[in-house]
């Protein structure tokens, strides 16, 4: 009947109207909900198609359903449009742009010392070295008394060490990894152990805390040579350039006979009379070192007779200011960032 034809050409216009206005997933929701929810205008023309006569309903029914698709076809249509539109939108809020020059963030850098150790620990371990640790709190034992330092020794005067009441102590250098490793691993053997010390110390050369290195190599007849060279091979390579070198006779209680290393002033190579880095005398001093004494050799449960070895101890503060050219030791300590990320040089 025409009422009915009307009511759906009516509904269709309806809804194109409708479709048109529409610009966000909102509106085309609410106009979804309008014809096709249950209480719609096209829901309820689709109910009214029983009330019909019966010769009419079969046609009626057709032309709904088809009206039914299209606004079902043209509402994913519109959303189709609006979602492309509005990612469109966030697209180019959100949009990166690469070309734009970076906020200069500050890159992490390891500490001069810490690199310090790293090169030299790698240096040795290219000689068949390994890398061994010991505890900072340590025993009287292991710090002096294996070390050939009993109680009476002079030598403990050398050392300002920092006791606790139970006379445990702070160690004063890392000779007693030395003990500690011999005990551990025996013989033979090669390691370095880098580490924090602590000494009674405070002024612009000296801080209560510094970092050694010390080197132990435990074989049968190691001979002082083979020290030499080994000592030398790593200052040169850690400097990258083979400087003169010089021993002079020393004496450690631990080590017999007892040297230390000086090298040319890497600074003035010893032509600058006023050289602030070796003061006009053309040399530094790098390291401590000897052949083991035989009793540091039998506290570490080595039989001195079949074995011997040499140790070294190297002051890695010194070598790292002396690699970087860094001038001032607390710059070392001071736990400034500015300075510890720019690379170490410049203004400071
Ligand atoms: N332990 C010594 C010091 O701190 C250095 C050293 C180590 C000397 C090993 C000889 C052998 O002064």
């Known amino acids: 009947m025409a009422v009915t034809e009307l009511n759906i050409a009516d509904v269709r216009d309806a809804f194109l109207v409708s479709l048109n206005a529409i610009h966000s997933l909102q ?9 096709t929810g249950k209480k719609g205008e096209l829901t309820l023309l ?12 079969k046609q009626a029914g057709q032309e709904m359903n088809s009206l039914r698709d299209e606004i079902d076809i043209r509402l994913a249509e519109a959303e189709k449009i609006i979602r492309d539109a509005e ?18 963030r500050l890159k992490g850098a390891f500490h001069p010392v810490l690199q ?53 102590l702070l ?11 011999m005990l551990q ?19 612009t050369t ?8 010390e080197g ?5 007849d190691v001979s002082f040579s083979v020290l030499k060279g080994t000592i030398t091979e790593m200052v040169n390579a850690f400097f990258g350039r083979s400087l003169k070198a010089r021993f002079r006779a020393s004496y450690f209680p631990f080590t017999e006979p007892s040297m230390e290393l000086d090298i040319e002033c890497v600074e003035c190579s010893g032509h600058d009379e006023d050289c602030r880095v070796c003061h006009g005398t053309g040399w530094l001093e790098v390291a401590g070192m000897g052949m083991v004494h035989p009793n540091v050799i039998r506290a570490g449960k080595i039989d001195p007779n079949i074995y011997n070895g040499f140790a070294f101890g190297l002051g890695l503060d010194r070598l790292a200011m002396l690699k970087y050219g860094i001038s001032d030791l607390r710059l070392l300590f001071d736990g400034n960032t500015a300075y510890l990320l720019s690379g170490w040089g410049g203004e400071f």
């Open 87 to 104: 990612n469109e939108k966030l697209e180019i809020q959100e949009r990166i742009d690469v070309t734009l020059p970076p906020k200069g």
């Open 27 to 35: 509106e085309l929701d609410d106009l979804r909900v309008k014809f």
């Open 171 to 181: 160690r004063t250098h890392t000779s007693p990894v030395q003990i500690r490793a």
């Open 216 to 220: 132990l190599l435990i074989d049968k």
């Open 185 to 203: 691993y025996g013989a033979p053997l090669r390691i370095v152990c880098p580490g924090k010390v602590f000494r009674r110390d405070n002024d």
């Open 116 to 168: 310090t150790m790293h090169e030299i620990a790698d240096i040795m371990q290219g000689l068949g070295y390994s890398v061994a640790s010991g505890p900072e709190h340590e025993e009287d034992f292991y710090n002096f008394e294996c070390l050939n330092i009993p109680a009476w020794h002079p030598a403990r005067d050398m050392q300002d060490t920092f006791y606790f009441n139970d006379g445990t």
């Open 46 to 57: 689709l109910r009214s198609v029983g009330k019909l006569p019966p010769e009419q309903r």
């Open 206 to 213: 000296h801080s209560p805390m510094f970092n050694q290195m």
